[in-house]
């Protein structure tokens, strides 16, 4: 299972901090993916992080429109991954999904199709 939480409401130039929570599987296996959906447009990635597995671990991606105010984290001894989100604007409001898959490796990270296992969403909201 996965749990996402976190969300609310804040004003530009504001920080959030979304949780993954992870329960029921190795954790550590998984590559995490957060993506977001706005009303009225299409669900896009926002970024994802490498299962830690020494030959597959160590990659964070980030979509364009959140690099240098979004950072990506995991930590495995909690079994949660984290999306800290800073100078936020208010094109950053959606509906924010994490999402689960052990065999996503470094080629598909980005991909949406490729994770099997979705955690329901945390609404993010900001205002201007």
């Known amino acids: 299972q996965l749990q996402a939480s976190g969300g609310g409401l804040v004003q530009a130039g504001g920080s959030l901090r979304l949780s993954c929570a992870a329960s029921g599987f190795t954790f550590d296996d998984y590559a995490i993916g957060w993506f977001r959906q706005a009303p009225g447009k299409e669900r896009e990635g926002v970024s994802c992080?490498?299962?830690?597995?020494?030959?597959?671990?160590?990659?964070?991606l980030y979509a364009d429109s959140v690099k240098g105010r979004f950072t990506i984290s995991r930590d495995n001894a909690k079994n949660t991954v984290y999306l800290q989100m800073n100078n936020m604007r208010p094109e950053d409001t959606a509906v924010y999904y994490c999402a689960a898959d052990p065999s996503v490796i470094t080629s598909n990270l980005a991909s949406q199709t490729a994770y099997r296992y979705w955690g329901q969403g945390t609404q993010v909201t900001v205002s201007s």
């Open positions: 992080i490498s299962a830690t597995d020494g030959a597959r671990g160590g990659m964070r």
